[in-house]
């Protein structure tokens, strides 16, 4: 590692009372969240920046993180999401000529605490084993007595509605206005290459904050509904399975990402469950049920749908499964124009495999219009 900042020694404490020793880098101070591993070998500015990782501290499993600087437009929202950053190492030296600047000013920039020198590998390793926890960074807090007392004030993300907390604050719009297909999105933590990836193909897109009532979005006057990404527990946002029911009850195209996928589920009677430790990478395989190819995907979850649920229902079938533990990654309604995906197939990072699901999404729109 290279910093032009001082350095600090750092800690990292786990919820389990697991602890690693490292350096600063990054903003000097204390942070909290839910421990997660993200497994891509780049991207690393895109995951920061991915409002569904609100409320998380990220282990980022590559050796090296920040080696090719940050630039302006490899961003996915506004600003950086995380919590926190752990990581074996992060550089402040960057090759590529065409960057705006270091990782390490971007997150002080950014408010970000972060630990280096830690052994990502034991780390992510041990998360597997030992599931999803919360975790405390700390630069300026050395006891460790003190830090414990500090984590157990972090809420569990079982329970936490945060989608609206990032979610935009008021409506706006992406494409050419005059386009025939017109898409209304409700953005409960929405990636921007999501919405680029609708108006790209000729779509005229209105993203709508969370709580947006469904007569203010039908006033738009779209032809389908996209449902967001975003962070938290599904099952506690109670008011967007309602809109989400109202919306299906219009009977047009509609298409679920992610926590969108969650909400579809929901809103059909299916619930949801907080996974072991989650997926989150851009390597992860998935089979098309339909029409039986498999593609790498991107992810970034930590809860599912109930599978055996899922197989009692009479309107709901599988159309995705993740080839690692066979859990549903897809589904669609058999007496609606709607279908999900529990990954990402916008896919920045990672391959573009699944964008197709785009395309297929608006020759429902054009089938139904």
Known sequence: MTSAHPQKPAILLLEDGTVHYGKSFGRIGSTSGEICFNT?????????????????????????????????EDVESDNVKIRGLI??????????????????????????????????????AHVREKGAMNCIISSEIQDLEALKKELAKAPPMAGLELASVVSAKTPYTSGDENADIRIAV???????????????????????????????????????????????????????????????????PLFGICLGHQLLALANGIPTFKMHHGHRGLNHPVKNLITGRCEITTQNHGFGVDPEAVKKSANVEVTHVNLNDHSIEGIRLKDKPAFSVQYHPESTPGPHDSRYLFDDFIELIRKHA
Do not use: W
Request: charged content about 20%; glycine content about 8%.
């Open 40 to 72: 891509g070998m780049t991207g690393y500015q895109e995951v920061f920046t991915d409002p569904s990782y609100y409320g998380q501290v990220v282990i980022m499993n590559t050796v090296h993180v920040g080696n090719y600087g940050v630039k302006k």
């Open 87 to 124: 990581a074996r190492n992060l550089e402040e030296l960057y090759s590529r000529k065409m960057a705006d600047g270091s990782l390490e000013d971007y997150l002080i920039a950014n408010n970000i605490v972060c630990i280096e020198g830690v052994d990502t590998r034991s780390l992510v």
């Open 186 to 252: 409700i953005d409960y933590g929405i990636k921007k290459n999501i919405v680029e990836c609708m108006s790209a193909r000729g779509a005229f897109v209105k993203v709508f904050p969370a709580k947006t009532s469904l007569a203010e979005i039908k006033a738009f006057n779209p032809h389908g509904y996209f449902i967001s990404n975003g962070p938290g527990d599904p099952a506690a946002m109670e008011y967007a399975v309602d809109t989400l029911k109202e919306i299906l009850a219009e009977n047009k």
